[in-house]
């Protein structure tokens, strides 16, 4: 079980960390989530949806309230891929797997975020589109309990981002994964979410927790729901 309460995180502004200038970010977040369950992240561009998935993976401790945190490994991808440039494709996969990857696994990974011809190249070679999809495979090479991923989806075609959120659903439905994600790309968000969390306004409050329905017709419903409540969402109706 995924526990997530913010009460408030705030920032300082310029020059507010020595003069006492504190600006809040977030207020008022909370939710829980349980293994099996793909929530996602929804809200404008720059909200605090990083800010947000920092604290629930524990990185960020600076706020008023408390995180808990599943038991077992977890697995993230953030906005920037961050690859070693020093290190090969495959070097950078093995690293975060100190009891070895098998040459197999290797494959399976880059073959699964449709990169199998990458195994060899220095992430200097590669697009940002390519980078992000093998932040992805490193991020499930440690077969995570708990999966967090920062816009997994964006500089990406909408066919691969297509392919690699069916590869997070078949994640979740054969190892019980439990997934948070942040996009601001509402479509996206109904398209992969079991639950969707609509974060807006200043400070980012919590301003919809919504659970989505099986049924296609039905959620293309809730999508004009939620553009028709979040005059924000307004262009991620694609």
Do not use: C, Y
């Not at 977030?26 to 404008?44: H, Q």
């Not at 060899?120 to 697009?127: K, R």
């Not at 991923?149 to 392919?163: H, I, R, T």
């Amino acid at each position: 079980m995924l526990e997530v309460q913010i009460r408030e995180k705030v920032f300082p502004t310029q020059g507010g960390r020595n003069g006492g200038l504190m600006r809040p970010i977030i207020r008022n977040v909370a939710f829980k989530a349980a293994p099996g369950e793909v929530l996602t992240l929804l809200g404008p561009s720059g909200i605090g949806k990083t800010t947000l998935l920092r604290i629930a993976l524990g990185l960020d401790s600076s706020f008023d309230g408390t995180v808990r945190l599943p038991l077992g490994r977890i697995g993230a991808m953030f906005q920037e891929p961050r690859l070693l440039p020093w290190m090969s494709v495959e070097d950078n996969l093995r690293l975060v797997r100190p009891d070895g990857l098998t040459a197999r696994d290797v494959t399976a990974l880059l073959e699964d975020v449709r990169l199998p011809e990458a195994r060899h190249q220095m992430p200097a070679a590669l697009s940002l589109g390519m980078a992000r999809r093998v932040a992805l495979a490193r991020a499930l090479a440690v077969d995570p309990e708990l999966l967090v991923l920062d816009e997994p989806f964006a500089s990406l075609d909408p066919g691969v981002a297509s392919d690699l959120a069916m590869l997070i659903a078949r994640r979740v439905k054969s190892h019980g994964t439990l997934v948070l994600l942040s996009t601001h790309d509402a479509a996206q968000a109904l398209s992969i979410g079991s639950r969707v969390l609509v974060i807006a306004g200043t400070p980012a409050t919590l301003l919809a927790d919504i659970a989505v329905p099986d049924d296609g017709a039905a959620r293309r419903q809730m999508l004009d729901d939620l553009v028709s409540r979040f005059g924000f969402l307004s262009g991620g109706k694609g």
